[in-house]
């Protein structure tokens, strides 16, 4: 763990299910959690173009579909990859140590 930054727990990676992400709160952020292939990453909840949760869309393999107008995210580079959606969403660093979920309140 970067002994640099200062992590706070946020999850269990076992409260994370690969189909559907997970909502976190750090620092008065909504964080969204998605776990593909024993990796966590993590994006800002808020979809860039219609301000909706990302939570509450559908996730598979490594893209999120927001739930307002279907426009998708690359999880791990916050990158749009689906119209209306175009500019990207903003990912943060994740720490795992013992099973647990860590972000950095630097990060945000």
């Not at 927001?66 to 995210?73: K, L, M, V």
């Not at 175009?86 to 994740?94: A, H, Q």
Request: net charge negative; with cysteine; glycine share 6%.
């Amino acid at each position: 763990m970067d002994l640099s930054k200062k992590w706070v727990k946020v999850a269990k990676v076992s409260d994370i299910n690969s189909n559907t992400p997970y909502l976190a709160e750090l620092n008065d952020r909504v964080i969204a959690l998605y776990q593909t292939d024993e990796v966590v990453y993590a994006t800002d909840d808020t979809c860039s173009h219609a301000e909706a949760s990302l939570c509450e869309g559908t996730y598979h393999g490594y893209i999120v579909t927001c739930p307002r107008h279907g426009g998708q995210f690359d999880v791990r580079t916050g990158q749009a990859v689906k119209m209306p959606a175009v500019s990207p969403i903003e990912i943060f660093p994740v720490r795992i140590e013992d099973g647990e979920v860590f972000l950095s309140p630097d990060d945000m």
